[in-house]
């Protein structure tokens, strides 16, 4: 099998080890075995989280926005209203995902702008808002937002905390019981480098009772589903499998390489990705200090006659896949480094792009 070099932002290129994970005996997923392999599942991501004490985990078999939607529905409440930072694509689709349940909310800056925690506190001292929702890592534009001052400031208002860790969680070292975010979610294919399928929400011990008085959604109840694994040893619904046996693998190589050890990988690879295409001539979104070294966006403006498609369809023939900018009215286009992906991978792509421009 050709390995790949992914550099969309999941899902990323997995190791050999996950794929072959993925070929198991049918099993029943009622069987006891199977709910040992759940819980050894929830366990191996509150170690990555370092959230054994005081979390807990809700699996879902979904791609990443049904742990956003599980998470928005199930916590906040029908007198409840969220501020959402409304600073790229994810953090927008929280909106919409309000919008389609009728759940109250505020919004706060624009495409691109840095999440100025200043102004976040400024917002929720309004006192109109109970919860607080945004992405820690905007994988529309690459930009990292201050997890750490902003949850501080929730606890501080007495504001429930949302974290999307969707492209962080794995290789961004968090310790969640330091860091006491109330709700942060993520899924099997980004930075934990499983296959695509599985999501989950991690909760404080302290929201069990609202998510309990909360949910509003029928598949997605962050409650139901955690207490049917606690008392039945099973999901509420068909979980993928096969899939579950491979996050499971992917989750023991994080553990084996450590997210601190994965961090400082992936932050290498970024490097090198940088400093080639700034070579190249093209220029990064965003300023140096607010890039999560996780992926980078690329102006295309001032690129005379290049052609991303074309770019794309050139590297695609060499086994490498870059991916298209989010926003139309922002002309960029996208390098992830999420993957099984190491320093000799980043300098080929660096000589195929160079190759590129040089014929
Ligand atoms: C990938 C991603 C999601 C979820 O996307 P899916 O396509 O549903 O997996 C949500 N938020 C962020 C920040 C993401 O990067």
Same mark, same amino acid.
């Given at each position: 099998?050709?390995?790949?070099? =992914?550099?969309?932002? !999941?899902?990323? #290129?997995?190791?050999?080890? +996950? /794929?072959? *994970? %993925? ?84 919004? =706060?800056?624009?495409? !691109?702008?840095? #999440?100025?925690?200043?102004? +976040? /506190?400024? *917002? %929720? ?96 109840? +962050? ?137």
């Amino acid at each position: 099998m050709t390995r790949k070099i =992914l550099l969309n932002p !999941g899902p990323a #290129t997995t190791t050999q080890n +996950v /794929k072959n *994970a %993925l070929v198991v005996e049918d099993i029943c997923p009622r069987e006891t075995e199977f709910g040992d392999l759940m819980h050894d599942i929830c366990d191996g991501l509150l170690e990555i989280g370092n959230g054994q004490k005081d979390y807990n985990v809700a699996l879902f078999g979904a791609s990443g926005t049904g742990a956003m939607e599980a998470t928005i529905t199930s916590a906040i409440g029908k007198e409840d209203k969220v501020l959402i930072l409304t600073n790229g694509a994810y953090g927008i689709r929280m909106t919409q995902i309000c919008e389609n349940y009728d759940i109250s909310y505020g919004s =706060l800056f624009e495409y !691109g702008d840095y #999440t100025e925690p200043a102004k +976040v /506190k400024e *917002a %929720l001292t309004t006192k109109q808002y109970t919860h607080l929702a945004f992405i820690h890592h905007e994988t529309s534009t690459g930009m990292m937002d201050p997890v750490d001052e902003l949850v501080a400031i929730c606890k501080a208002l007495n504001i429930v905390s949302i974290v999307d860790a969707m492209s962080t969680f794995g290789a961004f070292p968090y310790n969640l019981s330091d860091l006491g975010v109330d709700y942060i979610f993520s899924s099997s294919n980004k930075c934990i480098h499983g296959m695509a399928g599985l999501s989950f929400v991690l909760f404080h011990n302290n929201q069990k009772e609202a998510l309990m008085a909360n949910g509003r959604s029928y598949y997605f109840d +962050v409650y139901k589903q955690w207490e049917n694994l606690q008392k039945k040893n099973q999901l509420r619904f068909t979980p993928p499998v096969q899939i579950c046996y491979s996050f499971m693998a992917a989750i023991r190589e994080t553990l084996a390489e450590g997210v601190e050890t994965r961090w400082e990988r992936y932050k290498a690879n970024w490097q090198i990705l940088y400093d080639g295409l700034l070579d190249l001539g093209f220029k990064p979104l965003l300023p140096l200090d607010q890039e999560s070294k996780i992926l980078l966006a690329l102006k295309l403006d001032g690129k005379e006659g290049f052609d991303f498609d074309h770019f794309h369809d050139y590297l695609y023939k060499r086994d490498i896949t870059i991916y298209p900018g989010v926003m139309p009215e922002k002309a960029t286009f996208r390098v992830a480094i999420i993957g099984d992906l190491y320093p000799d991978d980043m300098h080929r792509v660096m000589e195929e792009m160079t190759g590129y421009f040089s014929s």
